[in-house]
């Protein structure tokens, strides 16, 4: 059993998220919290927690705030940004916190579902908007050199497709869709190229291949 947690400041926004999340058997919504501030109390508390799905704007103690202080404290727990918003700053801020995906709060069940499994298994699940815009930061704080030498990661020729779409910031889904492959070994692959070019998301995957000549 998956253990989550939601911060959420509007209950009838952590309901419907709690609601979307309980559709499958394999999660337990282990607590609620309105708050960044409570949900550290909690954490100090019992801090057997899977996952927590952070808002971003709320009173007493912000998400962003409340995911850098989580994730030195209990790195082991994943985080996914929950927000109505996806400017470019709370994205980055989000990311130098430590966060492990940053979704918009319309995504379907199965959306969130997968989302959760993705960051478990040590992905950075997005929204797909959310993901475009990563790319553009990335793109504008690493530019490539174009007297950079490519790097040979020992990529095949799938996982290098894979890749590619991963930095037009589609989801599993659409990269199955376009490359008439199942999800399951579109996560086989984005396993791989992690391992290969050691990380743990599609950030660093998307920022080493670009430094390395790939993309």
């Known amino acids: 059993m998956i253990q989550i947690a939601i911060v959420e400041d509007i209950s009838r926004l952590a309901e419907t998220l709690k609601a979307k999340i309980l559709l499958s058997s394999d999660f337990k919504v282990k607590h609620c919290a309105p708050n960044g501030a409570e949900i550290i109390q909690f954490l ?11 808002d971003i704007n709320m009173p007493i103690m912000n998400g962003i705030e409340a995911t850098s202080l989580i994730t030195k404290r209990w790195p082991q727990i994943k985080i996914i940004m929950s927000s109505v918003f996806d400017d470019e700053q709370n994205l980055f801020d989000a990311m130098l916190a430590g966060a492990s995906g ?3 709060k319309d995504e379907t069940p199965a ?3 997968r989302a959760i499994y993705e960051a478990i298994e040590g992905g950075m699940p997005m929204s797909a908007m959310i993901a475009k815009k990563a790319l553009q930061l ?3 704080s690493s530019p490539l050199k174009p007297t950079e030498p490519v790097v040979d990661y020992q990529l095949t020729e799938r996982e290098t497709e894979v890749l590619e779409h991963l930095s037009k910031g589609l989801s599993y889904e659409q990269i199955a869709d376009n490359l008439f492959i199942s999800y399951g070994t579109v996560r086989k692959h984005v396993e791989n190229i992690y391992r290969k070019l050691g990380v743990n998301n599609r950030t660093g995957a998307i920022d080493k291949a670009q430094k390395g000549g790939i993309l």
């Open 102 to 104: 940053y979704l918009l």
């Open 111 to 113: 959306k969130i579902h």
């Open 138 to 140: 990335i793109r504008r």
């Open 44 to 54: 100090e508390k019992d801090h057997i927690v899977d996952v927590i799905i952070m």
